[in-house]
């Protein structure tokens, strides 16, 4: 879903996963050739995209991926090594409620009702992840032993996934998906700590390749890295 001329527009998108060649075929074009048929079966206006590892970004570029950075909602400024500012926060302890959230439905629409608000307030664009994919990324997070928080602050509610893990000597809570913006983070950030027993927040900035050009920003993330 994504903002044109004012105006909310849908477009079907595939995500392409785990993309590979077995050494002994690789430089025939094989994978040129199936992303020539997978285009030409789901038709022209079908939207593909890929998360792509860095060595490889100049080999989609070839078959006519460009890369974009996904928004991020809490994301203000990188560090040197490209990774985003840690966050502590600093708030009292107010009326702030934290629950796991244990289905993919109960996912989705925390997702969703954020992402929809924003789309009318900024424009910003996002890719909608049905059940069944957020199904398969409550297990990967389930796989790393991480966590799947429902906050509850103030009259909204907000999502918050990832698993904590040490970082420069340090606990750190790696955020894999949240829809909490900065604002929030400021104000209850430090209670979240608290409860999580991290000292941190931390998260990688995600890239995405897409063969449609976008002008907006796009919130691809859903644990997908």
Not at 16 to 42: H, M, P, W
Not at 56 to 85: C, D, F, M, S
Request: net charge negative; aromatic share 12%; charged share 30%.
């Amino acid at each position: 879903c994504y903002r044109k001329d004012g105006e909310t527009e849908t477009v079907e998108a595939y995500y392409l996963y785990a993309v590979a060649t077995k050494k002994e075929y690789r430089g025939k074009k094989l994978f040129q050739k199936l992303l020539s048929n997978i285009k030409n079966d789901l038709g022209a206006d079908a939207v593909l995209f890929l998360v792509p590892e860095d060595g490889v970004i100049p080999y989609y570029r070839q078959l006519g991926l460009e890369l974009y950075n996904a928004a991020n909602p809490w994301q203000e400024g990188k560090e040197e090594n490209g990774e985003n500012r840690s966050i502590g926060g600093n708030t009292e302890e107010k009326a702030i409620e934290l629950s796991e959230v244990k289905t993919a439905i109960e996912y989705y629409e925390l997702r969703e009702r954020t992402l929809n608000k924003n789309l009318e307030d900024t424009g910003a664009g996002f890719v909608s992840w049905n059940a069944e994919h957020i199904d398969w990324a409550l297990e990967n997070i389930k796989m790393l032993n991480g966590l799947i928080y429902r906050i509850a602050y103030e009259t909204e509610e907000f999502l918050l996934a990832g698993f904590a893990e040490e970082k420069d000597g340090s606990r750190v809570f790696h955020v894999m998906e949240t829809t909490l913006g900065r604002k929030e983070f400021e104000k209850i950030g430090a209670y979240i700590l608290k409860e999580i027993n991290c000292s941190s927040f931390y998260q990688k900035p995600l890239q995405f390749m897409s063969q449609k050009e976008w002008d907006t920003p796009i919130y691809l993330a859903f644990p997908l890295g």
